[in-house]
C-alpha cells in the first residue's frame, strides 16, 4: 500500500492547534499580536517529529515566505568525469558558505547538456520558483535568459565576470586582465622579449580578459603581439619553434602537459629553451602532470562569496531583513573582482643567452 503523505492539517491535529499556528511555527515567526507559547510551539514540533512532515516548498513560496534554498545551475557538465575537476571547487566553496549560512542548496540538472550548453528555461521558469535565488556557473550562458532573470527581478548571482547594459548583472569574478599581465613582467624580468599567447581567442568574457591582460602588457614593453593556435598541438608546437619563442602564456582550455612534450619532440626543453606560464588552473588536468607556473583562479572562494552575495540579494528583495545581509548593496558589493594567487612552479627560466640580445621590431597584431 503506498504510504500516506502526512500533511500539515494532519500536524495541526495531533498537536491540537490551528493550521496557521502550525505555518506561524515553521516559519518561525507570527504577525503582530499573535503570540505562540513555548508549550503550544513544543506539541507543534513533536507532531512534527512524529508524522515527519515537511513543508511544500513550493507552497511556502507562493504564501510569500522563503524556503531557505538557494540553486546552481550550471550552464556545461559539472562533475568530474576523466579526469576533469575544473569546477568542483566552485562547489565546495559554494558549499562551505552554504554551511555557514544555514541554507540548502538545489543543483539544477533537468536540463541536458546539447552542443555544450544547458539552457535554463528549457522547461519553463516555474521551476526556479523552488529556490529563493540561483548562482549561475559556466562559460556558454544565454544572454536572453540573463535579460529575463533581470526583468522579473529574480535574485541570481554569477560566478564569474559578466558584462551587461548599464551593470546591473551581479557577479564574483576573477581579474584575468592583471594576473595575466603579470605574467607577461615575469617573463620580460627573466629576459623574454619572443613571448607568445597560446590559446583560442573566443567571445567568453575570461578569455577576453586573458587577451586583453596580455596585449596591454606586451604594449607596454613595447614587444609585438605573438597568437599561436594550439588546438592541434603538434601544429601548434611546430609553429612555436619556427618563430622561435622563448616564452609562452598558456590559456587554461589547452593541455599544458601535451603541448611540452610536443615542443620537447622538437628539442625544445622546458623552461630551459622555452618557458610557459599557465593563465589558471587547466580545464584537462593530467595525472602526474608538472608543476607549473602562472597564476591560479581562486575557485573556492568565488563560490563561497557569490553564495553571501545571492544570499544578501535575497535579503534585499524581501525588503525589511535584519543584519548586515540586508544593508543596501553598491556596485562593489554587486560585481566583486578577486586576485588570482601567483603560482611559482618549475616552468619559468631565464632567457637563452643567445635571444636575450636580440631587439624587437614593430609593434603588430598577429591573430
Known amino acids: 500500500m503506498p504510504r500516506h503523505r502526512f500533511t500539515q492539517a494532519d500536524v495541526a491535529a495531533m498537536a491540537g492547534v490551528s493550521q496557521s499556528t502550525v505555518s506561524f511555527v515553521l516559519n518561525g515567526s507570527a504577525p503582530a499580536g499573535v503570540r505562540i507559547s513555548e508549550e503550544t510551539r513544543s506539541r507543534v514540533l513533536d507532531a ?10 513550493v507552497a511556502q513560496r507562493l504564501a510569500g515566505g522563503r524556503n531557505q534554498i538557494l540553486g546552481v545551475f550550471t550552464y556545461e557538465a559539472t562533475f568530474p568525469r576523466g579526469g576533469q575537476d575544473f569546477y568542483g571547487a566552485f562547489l565546495v566553496g559554494i558549499e562551505h558558505a552554504a554551511e555557514q549560512l544555514g541554507v540548502d542548496m538545489l543543483l539544477f540538472t533537468s536540463a541536458r547538456v546539447v552542443d555544450g550548453r544547458r539552457q535554463l528555461a528549457r522547461d519553463g521558469w516555474q521551476r526556479l520558483g523552488i529556490a529563493d535565488g540561483c548562482l549561475l556557473l559556466g562559460q556558454h550562458e544565454d544572454q536572453g535568459e540573463l535579460q529575463h532573470l533581470l526583468d522579473t527581478n529574480y535574485p541570481f548571482v554569477f560566478v564569474g565576470k559578466r558584462a551587461s547594459e548599464g551593470r546591473v548583472l551581479p557577479y564574483v569574478g576573477a581579474d584575468y586582465v592583471a594576473a595575466t599581465a603579470r605574467q607577461v613582467e615575469r617573463l620580460v624580468a627573466a ?56 616564452g609562452i602564456l598558456v590559456a587554461p582550455d589547452n593541455a599544458p602537459d601535451e603541448l611540452a612534450e610536443a615542443l620537447e619532440a622538437r628539442g625544445l626543453h622546458v623552461p630551459r629553451d622555452i618557458s610557459m606560464l599557465l593563465l589558471g588552473q587547466p580545464i584537462h588536468q593530467s595525472r602526474g602532470s608538472r608543476r607549473w607556473s602562472g597564476f591560479t583562479v581562486p575557485r573556492e572562494e568565488m563560490g563561497a562569496r557569490a553564495l553571501v552575495l545571492l544570499s544578501r540579494i535575497v535579503e534585499r528583495e524581501r525588503g525589511g531583513g535584519r543584519g548586515p545581509s540586508a544593508t543596501a548593496l553598491d556596485d562593489a558589493d554587486l560585481h566583486q573582482i578577486l586576485d588570482c594567487p601567483e603560482a611559482d612552479g618549475e616552468s619559468l627560466a631565464p632567457a637563452p643567452a643567445s635571444i636575450r640580445t636580440e631587439t624587437e621590431g614593430p609593434i603588430r597584431d598577429r591573430s
Do not use: K
Request: aromatic share 6%.
Open 48 to 57: 512534527i517529529r512524529i508524522t515527519g512532515y515537511s513543508a511544500n516548498p
Open 191 to 246: 629576459g623574454h622579449r619572443r613571448i607568445g599567447y597560446a590559446g583560442l581567442q573566443g567571445s567568453d568574457q575570461s578569455t577576453l580578459d586573458r587577451v586583453e591582460g596580455y596585449r596591454q602588457a606586451m604594449r607596454a614593453h613595447g614587444l609585438p603581439l605573438r597568437f599561436v593556435d594550439v588546438h592541434d598541438v603538434a601544429v601548434g608546437a611546430e609553429e612555436i619553434a619556427e618563430r622561435r619563442l622563448t
